[in-house]
């Protein structure tokens, strides 16, 4: 299993290309999977982590009205994507338009996956106050962080 970090920062060109990162290249694979992240972001991942994603999803019962809305929101979006020869990836007009991607790109590793924010998100989601504070740090350690 592939493990992304670090930040990095491109522009989208007008066709709706983006550079992926040359760090997360060789991770990612050629074909891999791009769909809507929480907080107006884009969630990239390997095949195999989209797989095991996919798995969890089967097991919840969609009796439950959430679980529905859930799974609506990230295979809705869901697109299997790859990096031509030049390292750059098509991102759908759906997805731009939903995290706000207009041309300045952050490109950040989170563990298991890679998060696409347009600049403008990025830098407000880092700005916010709660981003990293003591109540924050208090609840990750109750989850044994």
Same mark, same amino acid.
Request: proline share 2%.
């Given at each position: 299993?592939?493990? /992304?970090? @670090?930040?990095?920062?491109?522009?989208? *060109?007008?066709? =709706? $290309?983006?550079?992926? %990162?040359?760090?997360? !290249? #060789?991770?990612?694979?050629?074909?891999?999977?791009?769909?809507?992240?929480?907080?107006?972001?884009?969630?990239?991942?390997?095949?195999?982590?989209?797989?095991?994603?996919?798995?969890?999803?089967?097991?919840?019962?969609?009796?439950?009205?959430?679980?529905?809305?859930?799974?609506?929101?990230? /295979?809705? @979006?869901?697109?299997?994507?790859?990096? *031509?020869?030049? =390292? $750059?990836?098509?991102? %759908?007009?759906?997805? !731009? #338009?939903y995290a706000g991607?207009?041309?300045?790109?952050?490109?950040?590793?989170?563990?298991?996956?890679?998060?696409?924010?347009?600049?403008?998100?990025?830098?407000?989601?880092?700005?916010?106050?709660?981003?990293?504070?003591?109540?924050?740090?208090?609840?990750?350690?109750?989850?044994?962080?």
């Amino acid at each position: 299993m592939a493990m /992304f970090m @670090g930040e990095y920062q491109h522009n989208i *060109d007008s066709k =709706g $290309r983006l550079i992926v %990162p040359a760090k997360f !290249r #060789e991770g990612l694979g050629t074909v891999f999977v791009v769909t809507k992240g929480l907080d107006s972001c884009l969630f990239v991942y390997t095949n195999d982590e989209w797989k095991v994603f996919e798995e969890k999803i089967k097991k919840l019962p969609l009796t439950n009205k959430d679980v529905r809305k859930f799974v609506r929101f990230f /295979f809705s @979006g869901a697109v299997e994507c790859e990096t *031509d020869n030049q =390292g $750059r990836v098509m991102i %759908p007009q759906n997805l !731009r #338009e939903y995290a706000g991607i207009k041309k300045e790109v952050i490109s950040i590793g989170v563990s298991n996956r890679i998060e696409i924010w347009s600049k403008e998100n990025w830098v407000e989601y880092n700005d916010e106050e709660n981003f990293i504070d003591g109540q924050l740090a208090e609840k990750m350690a109750e989850l044994g962080i």
